[in-house]
């Protein structure tokens, strides 16, 4: 892997998003990935929606929570994804209103990444930003600086948040993974959130994936 | 030693004495709110002392709570069985009206009252946390500074539930709150004293860079954090099985 890398600066990754009071991260990991890929592969960054997976992957449970290997297989199976713009992002469950004939973008399938953090940064810089889910402890307080918490207090085991890795680096010595969060750009530095890597903190290396786009 | 009264004001260790019942009650009810039957917390024994100052009185308290088993992941994060906490609060009386302006509980480790000062992790965490802060005063914000260093004052400081109140005045001008009723905007208030105490304590056991402090979460308790952000399908559900990537060098 490069020493330092972030697809911000590459233009693979759109503003910050707020989820609102719905637990619909994992909306965000997942199209946040998916722009991503899109953008890496057909050269195009698209803003995409959110909203038709709360409404039509019925594998996952919308604003109560949900699973990004649920989610790539929906959209798989919906037959892609509508733009933000086109199906716009409510925060609460809706009738499913997606039209094959919006879709702007579709995947081919999804992969499981290592839990090595080396092997991750290496695809990260590579192939794009990553769909992880990690443990959120200490962030409902954390405004910036690199974040890590004892491991018992931010096990491994304990995952209850998805967020896409846009890059990582140094700070001060200090490695980092770049985390694109999904509450707004009134929370953290500007939206994201930074948390050491090469520790295994909080669980970030434990569900990696990511969306294959042919 | 045993517990001592140090002042005309103090009660040792005991039922609460009919100064102490109401601000005791008033704890309980802020320590049990949201909390579902069958897991509330019951009232074991009290100590604590009241400061008088124009209409208002202050009331610190210690006192120990019972827990009932908790085995619903739905409710508790880990099984866990009946315990003692050992719970420090600070009640405002101000005509009448109870505000919870400071709450820190846990468990306890030894058996409590009666056999000299409790020791629990919640008193061996402070004295940590203490020592910590003072190691790294020039990492917070202004903001939190001031949280910090007013959480570190004397907690009879008269000035304290002021200035804890302008810091919760500022944050809901910022992020633009609005509170039902008076009722509500105190209820956070208290919510928000709690929620620097605990971000005192993540910060002095993060061992990276991060700063933690007043957010737009402020004014929420853990739980309902947990309810409305948070996603626990995550750790729960396997989900669809998918192939492993290829590592970079093979692609």
Redesign the interface.
Known sequence: APPEWDWRSKGAVTKVKDQGMCGSCWAFSVTGNVEGQWFLNQGTLLSLSEQELLDCDKMDKACMGGLPSNAYSAIKNLGGLETEDDYSYQGHMQSCNFSAEKAKVYINDSVELSQNEQKLAAWLAKRGPISVAINAFGMQFYRHGISRPLRPLCSPWLIDHAVLLVGYGNRSDVPFWAIKNSWGTDWGEKGYYYLHRGSGACGVNTMASSAVVD | APAQPRAASFQAWGPPSPELLAPTRFALEMFNRGRAAGTRAVLGLVRGRVRRAGQGSLYSLEATLEEPPCNDPMVC?LPVSKKTLLCSFQVLDELGRHVLLRKDCGPVDTKVPGAGEPKSAFTQGSAMISSLSQNHPDNR?ET?SSVISLLNEDPLSQDLPVKMASIFKNFVIT?NRTYESKEEARWRLSVFVN?MV??QK?QA??????????????D?T?EE???????????K?P???????K???D?
Not at chain 2, 205 to 218: E, N
Not at chain 2, 225 to 235: A, C, D, G, P, Q
């Open positions: 994060r914000n939190f992020y929620n605990r971000a993540i056991l993060d061992r990276g860079t991060a700063q933690y402090g007043v957010t737009k979460f402020s929420l853990e954090f947990r309810t409305i952000y948070l996603n626990t399908l995550l750790r559900e989900g669809n099985k998918m192939k492993q990537a590592s970079v060098g692609l």
